[in-house]
């Protein structure tokens, strides 16, 4: 992703893991409203509500 993206700014909608993990800025909603947004390790540490949604996509793919 880095190559095909290189100096341009790309805004990617999605509930995917594989899509979001390695983006340089993550921007989490919750119905709307922003919780948080940093780089995937950044939002698993600062914002519960971003673990839980991780976790429960996790939950739900195996």
Same mark, same amino acid.
């Given at each position: 992703?880095?190559?095909?993206? #290189?100096?341009?700014?790309?805004?990617? %909608?999605?509930?995917? !893991?594989?899509?979001?993990?390695? %983006?340089?800025?993550?921007?989490? !909603?919750?119905?709307?409203?922003? %919780?948080?947004?940093?780089?995937?390790?950044?939002?698993?540490?600062?914002?519960?509500?971003? #673990?839980?949604?991780?976790?429960?996509?996790?939950?739900k793919?195996?």
């Amino acid at each position: 992703m880095d190559i095909a993206f #290189k100096n341009i700014t790309c805004f990617i %909608v999605s509930h995917r !893991l594989s899509t979001i993990k390695y %983006v340089n800025n993550i921007i989490f !909603l919750d119905s709307g409203n922003l %919780v948080g947004h940093g780089k995937h390790e950044e939002l698993m540490i600062k914002y519960p509500e971003y #673990k839980n949604f991780i976790y429960e996509h996790l939950r739900k793919t195996e």
